[in-house]
């Protein structure tokens, strides 16, 4: 008599958790227990293949970060372990999701909130691969008795996904005794306590000023479990980045164009309120009006090639390539 073939189980196969629509509750399966011999794929069933494809974008969409990377996939092996640890009934306490990202802006912070919240709700972790982001402004209140009621209301909005907050540290400001934005962490202590099979909060903002945050409230620091450091772009990543921005919108740039824009890049790093991929997107929007102008100014029908070729003189046209005095001061647009 052959013997019996060990069951084998996936995330959304029998036994598995099932997921659910985008925006809908996810209905609650009771696991059945699998035994010493059955097998459980944890690369199996569509959960599986959500998460590898989500792990993928992220690899695809963001240049660079490497260790961000890692740590992305490392919290999604936890989780797909955890989830097949449950289905053995090998109980364990429910893995701590709230998290820091820290780094200058237009490192990817959003991007990699965005990405880990469809991961979460493929495993089943949230119910909404939704990020509802917030400021200080959206939380604090201006008068007693207001800022309860808006961070209730935030927290109410990111039910069951993502709470972002950009910009954390403003919350905490020790030189106004009156500030309310402490109660805005109090609550939020309370909230990602109670509320932690529901909602993940993410905290981000610039390291040294989330460090001053963290130790000015051990309480908070001590419900952080995962503290991620998005380090700025170098000079080929952020040409990279470019590059992958200009297909993206159908467009080109011309080899002197190309070589134009590394150079702008070099000179743009020095200057003040660089905000990496950010600044990046910025100055091709500049080349792009630059290139416009150029092509209404030529006064004869256009081809294809016209339309999506961006030049050296789109990228020259701007004030960093000019010999003033007052390119030290080149704004972000620039």
Known sequence: MAAEAPLRFGFDQPGGRRTSTVGEPEPEVEPDSLGEGDEFDLHGGDAGERVEETLKALEDELVGLAP?????????????????RQQFGLASSRPTLHMSFTG???????????????????LG??????????????????????????TKEAVARAAGGILFIDEAYYLFRPE????????????????????????????????DRMETFFSANPGLSSRVAHHISFDDYTHD???????????KENFRFDEEGRTAFSRYL??????PRFSNARSVRNAIERCRLRQAKRLVELEHPL???????????????????ADSPTTTNEPEEG
Do not use: C, W
């Open 68 to 84: 961000v990377k890692t740590r992305v996939r490392e919290i999604g092996a936890l989780l797909r372990v955890d989830r097949a």
């Open 104 to 122: 200058g802006p237009g490192t990817g912070k959003t991007t990699v909130a965005l990405r880990m919240a469809e991961m979460l709700h493929a």
């Open 125 to 150: 972790y949230i119910r909404s691969p939704k990020v509802h982001t917030v400021t200080r402004d959206d939380l604090v209140g201006q008068f007693i008795g207001h800022t309860a009621p808006k």
């Open 176 to 207: 106004n005794e009156r500030d309310y934005g402490q109660e805005v962490i109090e609550i939020l202590l309370t909230e990602m306590e109670n509320e932690r099979t529901s909602l993940v909060v993410i905290f981000a903002g610039y390291e």
């Open 237 to 247: 990543e952020l040409v990279r980045i470019a590059d992958l921005m200009v297909v």
């Open 266 to 271: 070099e000179l743009r790093m020095r200057q």
């Open 303 to 321: 081809t294809r090639d016209d339309l999506i070729t961006l030049t050296a003189e789109d990228v020259r046209g701007s004030s960093l390539f």
